[in-house]
């Protein structure tokens, strides 16, 4: 029988049966094997397993399937997507944090949506100010609120037959925007929340939600910080999206777009093609890579 690992704790994984509906969630032990191959089982993991006993929904992971793809941060895996949300106040958002996450989930190729939540207590100049910063990341941008029930129906047909990991620090709402956006026929209830113990404390762990049928979304703890030090300085302004219509005007080929003369990328931040704060915070990540660089070699 195969499945999706949903959430891991104490040396247990609750699996979710393919195709299964809301009840068809198994917890499982990993076999002892994984520990020789040096594998560890993450959630958003495809596995086979086996049934020990159907009635108490318990069961055996036999085998992990071949891995789409891989994050560290959250530990995750086999993600179609990221949804990286931030409040607009209360916290006031971390904008340096947002633009690690996002070189990050473009380094690792993953398809990234902006989600600011808590619209309704901010102006709309902010909203506005807020999406002149990230209109040509290359990511949608989208502005939610639970309390207006504001951009859920956007963000839900956004994740619509797609695993998607929901990120972003704590704080900001993302157990509200979680449960709003889970259908009435999968809301947790019951025998299954007590099973993965869930919705009565602050996320510790990675889980994956079943939103509707085929739609995943993986609630990760929040963060304060990241860090990326497998990413070559030379190479972060590849995942600066605002850079490609400008870096052709650049005098050198490898240009840093921080300290060399004639640099196309500069000139579009004097003639205001170029958000200061993203420019910013692309300088300052390019110096911190490159220390980390320099330690390494």
């Known amino acids: 029988m195969y499945g999706k690992i949903i959430k891991g704790i104490g040396g247990f994984y609750y699996v979710h049966k393919q195709d299964g509906g809301e009840g068809a969630i198994y917890e499982c032990k990993a076999k002892g094997i994984f520990r020789k191959w040096k594998k560890k089982p993450l959630v958003g993991d495809l596995v086979d397993m086996e049934v020990i006993d159907e009635k108490e929904k318990k069961g055996n992971i036999r085998e992990l399937l071949e891995r789409k793809n891989e994050l560290v941060r959250p530990a995750v895996a086999n993600i179609d997507q990221a949804v990286i949300l931030f409040s607009m106040k209360k916290p006031k958002p971390n904008l340096n944090l947002l633009d690690r996450f996002l070189v990050s989930m473009k380094e690792k190729d993953l398809d990234t949506i902006l989600c600011f939540h808590k619209k309704d207590i901010v102006s709309k100049e902010e909203i506005e100010k807020m999406f002149h910063v990230y209109k040509d990341c290359g990511s949608p941008i989208l502005f939610t609120s639970v309390y207006e029930e504001a951009g859920l129906e956007e963000l839900r047909e956004a994740l619509k037959g797609k695993t998607s990991t929901l990120a972003g620090p704590s704080g900001v709402g993302k157990s509200s925007v979680m449960n709003s956006l889970q259908s ?37 703890p929040g963060f304060s910080s990241l860090y990326m030090p497998d990413l070559e300085a030379q190479d972060l302004r590849f995942y600066y999206e605002e850079f490609k219509g400008m870096e052709g005007e650049c005098r050198f ?33 390019y110096k911190e890579l490159k220390e980390i660089n320099s330690r390494k070699y």
């Not at 299954?192 to 919705?199: E, L, M, P």
């Not at 500069?266 to 093609?273: F, S, T």
């Open 184 to 220: 009435e026929s999968y809301m947790e209830t019951g025998a299954v929340s007590k099973r993965i113990d869930r919705g009565r404390h602050t996320t510790r762990h990675a889980e994956i939600i079943l939103i509707d049928q085929g739609t995943y979304l993986i609630d990760t």
């Open 253 to 285: 080929l490898r240009c840093t777009h921080t300290h060399e003369p004639d640099c196309g990328v500069k000139k579009g931040l004097e003639e205001g093609k170029l958000c200061p704060i993203r420019y910013k915070n692309y300088v300052q990540l």
